[in-house]
T-cell receptor
Framework: AQSVTQLGSHVSVSEGALVLLRCNYS??????LFWYVQYPNQGLQLLLK??????LVKGINGFEAEFKKSETSFHLTKPSAHMSDAAEYFC??????????FGIGTKLQVIP | DTEVTQTPKHLVMGMTNKKSLKCEQH?????MYWYKQKAKKPPELMFV???????INESVPSRFSPECPNSSLLNLHLHALQPEDSALYLC????????????FGPGTRLLVL
């Protein structure tokens, strides 16, 4: 079965600093991986996805993630944090059979 | 139109009430989902409809009853809920071939008294 592990349920960065949110996956087959963002009192929005091909994927709002098979990782990065990036971020894996498994989430706090 | 709409936004109900949550999408997606999300937790899958047929029921109590009247609509009927059912209920849709790429609605915040 596929699963994801998000390291750090809470991450704080200063405005303008690098954002790094960690995600490791476990999968018996080549995984489809995703990052979703959830702003307070809203639904989830897809930030970016990895299916096949290029291992560095770019998403919305300046975020990107790199699929590293050797490290079973799919960490999310952004060079410079904005106040508007404060939200909950979920790493997810397509578990097949129409199921998506979400990580526990990482709450990003941006300090002015 | 990449929007999934949900009504109502908020709902307060007693344990003996019957209510329904509604979800609608016009993206031509053939898979629709109901999730339950408790505070500070990830969404938990409840039901999946594929081509208007229930394909996944994650052992959800029978007090939750899903319905898919057509390819654009998804309902969740609620009856005799418990206070622990209070949560954010999220609807999502996807193209059947890319289930991981889901479009979420804003959710219905449910409070059971």
């Amino acid at each position: 079965a596929q699963s994801v592990t998000q390291l750090g349920s809470h991450v704080s960065v200063s405005e303008g600093a690098l954002v790094l949110l960690r995600c490791n996956y476990s999968s018996s087959v080549p995984p489809y991986l995703f990052w979703y963002v959830q702003y307070p009192n809203q639904g989830l929005q897809l930030l970016l996805k990895y299916t096949t091909g290029a291992t560095l994927v770019k998403g919305i709002n300046g975020f990107e993630a790199e699929f590293k098979k050797s490290e079973t990782s799919f960490h999310l990065t952004k060079p410079s944090a904005h106040m508007s990036d404060a939200a909950e971020y979920f790493c997810a894996v397509d578990g097949g059979y129409q199921k998506v498994t979400f990580g526990i989430g990482t709450k990003l706090q941006v300090i002015p | 139109d990449t929007e999934v709409t949900q009504t109502p936004k908020h709902l307060v109900m007693g344990m003996t009430n019957k209510k329904s949550l509604k979800c609608e999408q016009h993206m031509g997606h053939r898979a629709m989902y109901w999730y339950k999300q408790k505070a500070k937790k990830p969404p938990e899958l409840m039901f999946v409809y594929s081509y208007e047929k229930l394909s996944i029921n994650e052992s959800v109590p029978s007090r939750f009853s899903p319905e898919c009247p057509n390819s654009s609509l998804l309902n969740l009927h609620l009856h005799a809920l418990q206070p622990e059912d209070s949560a954010l209920y999220l609807c999502a849709s996807s193209q059947d071939s890319y289930p991981g790429i889901q479009y979420f609605g804003p959710g219905t915040r449910l409070l059971v008294l």
